[in-house]
């Protein structure tokens, strides 16, 4: 039976699980009847007010950043608006994944309704009618700074509504107008404040957090269940996973790795028999505490991210039941820069310890063969897939440098004080990237060395194993491993996990 599952945009707050399942799900998403209501009650306010008021509202009938002295009136009110637009798209550098520009049309309809921001309804709808019909504007990373909004690429997200710029289409570069005229979305015609409202905000740098977030979420399970085939591999001991030692220390992540991995272990044979070593070296035995202590980062992270994806992030904001219009900076993205920055530093500890467990697993200690190759020497094996995830967490740690320290005046110096939320948005996901490829060289290498163990893993790691050796078999002699590398990512990737059991 066909999924009928209808989902709304409703001023209802929702979890970064559930905005994950609307995304995932492939479902159209609507505005509710009073999302609808707000928008317009809105709306009618502020044209009430622009009638009837003499002294100048920020944006709507002046200039914009230092030139917000400057009075617009009259029919120059929507020109103003298109204009901002324009003028403001002047993103650089790669384009933004498809799936953060698809998560930036959901998170600036969703800001948009709660009807504190202006626009009309017509407006919201065009977002949802892009995002629907798989429109996707060309966004660029460079260019925001992270406060007073993410105006350059919000601006590129926005040209296409008016059918100018570019967009994707199908998996193409195409004209925005010829894309909108062919799929039958009329172009909108921004009115006062619109072109405003599309630009402030945070939907950059939220979009790219959501989705790094979601994406952390089943590569944090990964780590664990890869680092305890590794353990097995490594032929490692199971007390340092005892609840015990972690029930008087108790930090949340550190209690849930420890509990994954006994899990993953249930039956092994592996780990019950006779160990000639009394400990592991940390990348083992402290995986309870690494990853846990990422695990809590991560929790941080994402309180901060739900927060602001049930937020209004525009400016000036509007109030219509206190006749009041204000102008603050909710747009300022210092909450989500420093969030981000944490969350690339979490993401980079996965991968360090995951190196550290593959350099071992090749060093040809506990009865492996040096480079997991059964003839070492005529065959180098996976001698330099080590020296690869070794380069990537070095560079890992060079895109941990703190983009939330830094910040650069603008706008005649009336933007004073900017995030660079943006640049740490990009750089976590970078990091996150990095980290998928880091866990597929661990997992080949993991692989590898089980196959020279006689006895077994436990059924749920032998299952695993299957489905990986499916997709990557035994290295008996040298091939081209950038092959194999290449498929045990994308293996990573396409692995469905129960949200169950990573939420």
Partial sequence: MADTKHYEISPREISLRELAEWFESGQAIGLSEESAARIQKCRD?????????????????????????????????????ENLVRSHACGAGEQVPAEVVRMMLLLKARSLSYGHSGV???????????????????????GSLGASGDLAPLAHLTLPLMGEGEVVYKGKLKEAAEVLKSVGIEPVTLQSKEGLAMLNGTQFMAAY?????????????????????????????????????????????????????????????????????????????????VHGASKDALDYVERVFTREINSVTDNPTIFPDDDL?????????????????????????????SERRTYLLVSGQRELPPFLVAAPGLNSGLMIAQYTAASIVSQNKQLCTPASVDSIVSSNGQEDHVSMGANAATKAWKVVDNLEKVLAVELICASQALFFRKDHTSPFLQSFLESFRSEVDFIERDRIIATDMAKARAFIAGIDIDPELIY
Avoid: W
């Fill in 45 to 81: 306010y502020l044209n009430e007010k622009v009638a009837r008021e003499k002294n100048p509202i920020y944006g709507i009938n002046t200039g914009f950043g230092s030139l917000y002295n400057i009075s617009i009136e009259g029919h120059d009110l929507e020109a103003l608006q």
């Fill in 120 to 142: 009309r309804t017509r407006l919201v709808e065009g977002l949802l009618d892009f995002y629907r019909q798989g429109v996707l504007p060309v966004v660029y990373e460079q």
């Fill in 209 to 289: 957090g959501t989705m790094a977030l979601i994406r952390l979420r089943k590569l944090s399970y990964l780590a664990d269940l890869i680092g305890t085939l590794s353990l097995e591999a490594y032929d490692g001991r199971p007390e340092p996973f005892n609840e015990l030692i972690h029930l008087v220390r108790a930090h949340n992540g550190q209690l849930k790795t420890a509990a994954r991995v006994r899990e993953f272990l249930e039956d092994s044979e592996l780990i019950k028999r006779a160990k000639s070593h009394v400990q592991d070296p940390y990348s083992f035995r402290c995986m309870p505490q």
């Fill in 325 to 353: 219009i204000i102008s603050g900076g909710n747009f300022h993205g210092q909450t989500l820069a420093l969030a981000l920055d944490q969350m690339a530093i979490a993401t980079a500890e996965l991968a360090n310890i």
